[in-house]
Each structure stands twice: as C-alpha cells, then as structure tokens.
C-alpha cells in the first residue's frame, strides 16, 4: 500500500484550514514511532530520540509568512555555525555533537537556580511549529519552519526575580567535539542576550525542531533561540545556561566587532552593516533571487513597540 505523507511544511498554507492540519497531524503522531528520529548517544550507539514523540506539533497559523518555506536540502545545508566550520557546509561535522544527555543550567537573578535535563523541561512546555523568516546579517534569509514552545513560558517557568533585566544565554563549550573552539581568536563559547521584555515577546521562541523533527545538529541541537524580527546571529544556538541577569551581555560577536554587530541587533534595510548594505536579501534556495529587506523583518506589528522609549540606543546592528 502507498501512503504518501503529506507534511505540513509542504502544503502551501492557503490550502490548509488549521483543523486539516490538525486532524493531519493526529493521524501522523500515531505512527510517529515509526519515523522516530534517532541521535548518536555519548557511547555512539544509535538511540531513538526521546522527544521524537513530540513531532510534528501543530502549526500555529497566527504567524504567516508570505514566501514559501525554504526546502530542507537548502534550509539544512547553508548554516553558519562557527564552532564546527566556517562554511556553510557544517551539518556532517555538527553530528559530533552528542545531545543526550543534555542539561540546561537556569541562574542569575530567579528565586531558585538550577539545572534540569532537556527532557523534564521539554515535558513541562507545550509544543508548537511557527513559520518564520530568518535574516541573516550577511544579506540572505530564509523561511523556516521551527517546532518548540514560547520564550514567554520558559522564562515564566524559571521564576526571575524583579530586578532582572536580560537573559544571557549559552551554547555548550567542548572543544573535543568542536576544534574550532580551540581557536582563540574567537571569545568562546558563543553568548548571546536578549532583554527579559524581548524573551517575552510573543514572537520569542525557544526551538527543538525543524521541518517536524527534533533539530539536526547544524541548526543548534537540541535547544536554542530565536527572535525573527533580529539578525541570525541572535539566534544561539545547542544552548546550556540561561542566566538573568541585571546587566547587558557581551555577546559574542559584539566582542568580535563591536561597530559590526551590536547587541540589539534590529533588522533595519536602512542601517547599512559598515561593510555592505542590508536593503535587500538573497533569498535561499531560489536561484538567487533577492527582495527588499524589511525592518524588523517584515515583525514591526509585534516588536516596535519595544523600542519606542530606546531611541538613544544603537538598535540596528
Ligand atoms: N553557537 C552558535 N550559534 C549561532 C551561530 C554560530 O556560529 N554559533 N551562527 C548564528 C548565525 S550568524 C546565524 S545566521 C544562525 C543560522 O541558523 P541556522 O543555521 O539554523 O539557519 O545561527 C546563529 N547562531
Ligand atoms: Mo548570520
């Protein structure tokens, strides 16, 4: 018998209702065993994921995107994570990276710190996919569709205290399995930040999956953020501490050139980067074909409003 398996990503949302996604989506999660996702285990057994089971969640239709989503052999295969490479081509070293284990520290400013295994975190949010644009600031973008659950919730759940004012956050250090952080003209492990009112912008999202599955490595397994209205580069990734905290970050591009990427990083195609212009995008996967950049990339409707009392700040990367 041929089943063709009909994924939410591939239908082009104007012929989808939410409830067939829905009801879709049911039918797939009961064979979801079948298509299990499986990761390498610290002693390179193969093992079933154990949030497989959480995928494909359903497609929160409020955040549209008017461009189709970027196919995963182009949105898989051109990534920037500078820890296993400095090209694009980083998804076959990025399987080093083993995943289980993998315990996230909460500190800083919230009534209790501590450390919670993925998988217990992952059982107290609730699951979602969001199609979102990605900008990067080297000048092309992508439609992506990400599975994980809102920022909002997660910092909610971590409690923090009245005086906290930013989250910092953390990807893993581990040169064993990443050389690249041997190099030290770089400031590893890469940080990044976002003010506690940003991380609870709706659009805010802590990701675990792409395309309706758990992340690869190369998309920062098996945890990290983002924030669609900034630059890729806020975007950390394979995240292990989440601190709050009262002062500003030093991300790790900020300390890399801090003329060249600042810390509120703001899509704005008017702020040209010293080195080029961020009026238009390539968009990936099409050939080449680039479109206007957006400000706030296209999310002014939900973000701009952040920023209104920051004038003086440099919100532009
Ligand atoms: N830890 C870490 N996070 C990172 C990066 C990186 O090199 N290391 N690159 C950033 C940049 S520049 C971009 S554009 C996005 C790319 O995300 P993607 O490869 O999942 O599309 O990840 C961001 N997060
Ligand atoms: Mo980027």
């Known amino acids: 018998m041929l089943i063709k ?25 009961a064979g979801a065993g079948l298509a299990a996702a499986s990761f390498v285990g610290p002693a390179g057994a193969q093992s079933p994921d154990p949030s497989a089971g959480l995928y494909p969640a359903m497609r929160n239709m409020r955040y549209r995107v008017d461009r189709d989503i970027t196919e995963e052999r182009f949105g898989s295969n051109y990534n920037n994570y500078y820890e296993f490479g400095y090209s694009k081509s980083v998804a076959q070293a990025a399987k080093a990276l083993p995943v289980r284990p993998w315990q996230i520290k909460i500190d800083g400013m919230v009534e209790s710190p501590r450390t919670v295994d993925i998988d217990d975190l992952f059982k107290a949010m609730t699951f979602e996919e969001r199609v979102y644009r990605m900008r990067c600031v080297e000048g092309w973008s992508m439609v992506l569709p990400w599975t994980g659950f809102p920022m909002a919730a ?12 930013y989250v910092e956050m953390q990807t893993f250090m581990n040169p064993d399995v990443a050389g690249n952080q041997r190099s030290r003209g770089y400031p590893w492990p890469y940080i990044e930040g976002l003010t506690i009112e940003e991380a609870r912008n709706e659009l805010a999202f802590l990701v675990t999956g792409i395309y309706g599955h ?6 920062g397994a098996p945890l990290r953020v983002m924030a669609p209205w900034k630059y890729g580069f806020k975007a ?10 009262d002062k500003r970050p030093k991300t790790f591009w900020e300390t890399m050139a ?26 990936i996967g099409t050939g080449g074909k680039r479109v206007p950049t957006q400000i706030f990339n296209g999310y002014g409707d939900f973000v701009a409003g952040l920023y209104t009392n920051l004038q003086s700040e440099r919100l532009w990367a």
Do not use: M
């Open 214 to 219: 758990p992340l690869p490595g190369q998309h």
């Open 5 to 29: 398996r009909i994924r939410g990503w591939e239908i082009p949302e104007r012929d989808v209702t939410p409830e067939s996604v829905y009801s879709r989506r049911h039918l797939l999660a």
């Open 258 to 283: 801090a003329n060249e990427y600042g810390f509120w990083a703001n899509v704005n195609p008017k702020v040209p980067h010293p080195r080029w212009s961020q009026a238009n995008e390539e968009v």
């Open 154 to 165: 997660f910092v909610d759940w971590c409690k923090p205290t009245s005086g906290a004012k």
């Open 236 to 245: 950390g990734k394979s995240l292990v501490r989440f601190t709050f905290t």
